[in-house]
Structure formats: structure tokens, C-alpha cells
Nanobody, 129 residues
Framework: FQLQASGGGLVQPGGSLRLSCVASGVTLGYYTVGWFRQARGKEREAVSFIMSAGRETAYSDSVKGRFTISRDNAKNTVYLQMNSLQPEDTAVYYC???????????????????????WGQGTQVTVSS
């Protein structure tokens, strides 16, 4: 199996990027999928989750209103549309499966999920003028 994140790059503040997470060898539609990011010298941060059917999503406070997660299970792909990018969004972005432990709507609280078995290499996003 493989998860491949792509779509990163260099963008100016206020710009947009769309990240893609494509799976091979695993049916991504069975899983809740998350995007995480890790900036240099910082801990990994959960950015957004999307449940298997794609109707329920969650976002960190730092990206809410700017980022949109979506999925196309027919294409075995999860997307992260990132708008109004800021320098603090600079990080390596990773996608992977999540094991939800929450009851009710998706939760970004680290106590409410576990990392799943499928993860891919990250894609670098750099926001700079």
C-alpha cells in the first residue's frame, strides 16, 4: 500500500494550494483520513479530518475557515484546499488514516483518535514573499 501526498510548493502569503493524498493498494474510502503538518522545530499538528463518507469533517482552530478537506472515494483521493495561506502555515504536510475514538462529530482532540496504519510521505508547503 502507499499514500502519496502531493501539491505542495512555494506560495506567497494570501495564496492558495490544493494538496492531494492518493492511495494505492488500500481502499481509502473505508477510513477516516487526516491531514497533519509539522513545521521545523515544532511538534506535529493535526490540521483536518474527514470521515469515510465525506460528510463529516473537523479542522484545527488555526486553519478553520481557510482550509477545506474533501474526498473522492472513487479516485481513492483526499484533498486539502488551502486558501489565505500565511507564513505560519509553512510545514511538511502529511496524510494518513485515523482511528476515531470520538462519539458524535469528529474531534481534533488527541484523546479522541489514534493514528492509523497507513501514512505517506509528506509534501512541503512554504509560504513566503
Amino acid at each position: 500500500f502507499q499514500l502519496q501526498a502531493s501539491g505542495g510548493g512555494l506560495v506567497q502569503p494570501g495564496g492558495s494550494l490544493r494538496l492531494s493524498c492518493v492511495a494505492s493498494g488500500v481502499t481509502l474510502g473505508y477510513y477516516t483520513v487526516g491531514w497533519f503538518r509539522q513545521a521545523r522545530g515544532k511538534e506535529r499538528e493535526a490540521v483536518s479530518f474527514i470521515m469515510s463518507a465525506g460528510r463529516e469533517t473537523a479542522y484545527s482552530d488555526s486553519v478553520k475557515g481557510r482550509f477545506t478537506i474533501s474526498r473522492d472515494n472513487a479516485k481513492n483521493t483526499v484533498y486539502l484546499q488551502m486558501n489565505s495561506l500565511q507564513p505560519e502555515d509553512t510545514a511538511v504536510y502529511y496524510c494518513g488514516t485515523i482511528i476515531p475514538l470520538w462519539v458524535g462529530p469528529p474531534s481534533m482532540n488527541p484523546k479522541d483518535y489514534r493514528m492509523g496504519d497507513y501514512w505517506g510521505q509528506g509534501t512541503q508547503v512554504t509560504v513566503s514573499s
